[in-house]
Structures are given as structure tokens and as C-alpha cells.
Nanobody, 115 residues
């Protein structure tokens, strides 16, 4: 059974940093395009960052130059380094793995940016 488990969320002051991790079991992440999504209270889930199997990346405009997605296939883990965090980054962050018809989601980790 494939499982994605996010970790690293928490409460951070504006301007701070966090690194989220998404660890997979039951599959090899190397075959998947991986992504981080987020859902803020009262808003729709949005794509934050994606990294393809070939390590191409793309980001939503609001996080460009602040967030970095990366993958360590040896550790079967994907990361989201988040810098210069803003209150509007507050959301539940979800990890997603996608390949052909396969589409897996983690349960999310809460990130709260507040002073």
C-alpha cells in the first residue's frame, strides 16, 4: 500500500523558514512527478510547486524565489524548503505523487505563519 507522510509543519513567525518533508512507503518516488499543494482556510487547494521525474521544477508565482522543491530518490523523500514566510502562506500543505493514472496524496501538515 502506498503512503505519503508529510512532516515539518508548525508555527513560525513572518520572515522565518521551514522545511517540509514527504516520505513515501510502498513505492519508489523516482517514477513519479511530485508536487506540494496547499489549502488555506476557506480557499481551494492550489499547486505550490512541482518537480518532475527529470527534476524540472515549477512554482506558483506567489512562492517563486522563496520556496524550493527537491527530491532525494535514495531516501524516497521530497522536500519543500520555505523561506521568508508570510502570513498568507498559512495553510495545510499536501504532498502529491502522480504517474499516469496513479495519483497519491498525503494527509497534510499544517503550516501557520503568525507573530
Amino acid at each position: 500500500q502506498v503512503q505519503l507522510v508529510e512532516s515539518g509543519g508548525g508555527l513560525v513567525q513572518p520572515g522565518g523558514s521551514l522545511t517540509l518533508s514527504c516520505a513515501a512507503s510502498g513505492t519508489r518516488l523516482s517514477v513519479f512527478d511530485m508536487a506540494w499543494y496547499r489549502q488555506a482556510p476557506g480557499k481551494q487547494r492550489e499547486l505550490v510547486a512541482r518537480i518532475t521525474r527529470g527534476d524540472s521544477t515549477n512554482y506558483v508565482d506567489s512562492v517563486k524565489d522563496r520556496f524550493t522543491i527537491s527530491r532525494d530518490n535514495g531516501k524516497n523523500t521530497v522536500y519543500l524548503q520555505m523561506n521568508t514566510l508570510k502570513p498568507e502562506d498559512t495553510a495545510v500543505y499536501y504532498c502529491n505523487a502522480r504517474w499516469a493514472v496513479l495519483d497519491y496524496w498525503g494527509k497534510g501538515t499544517l503550516v501557520t505563519i503568525s507573530s
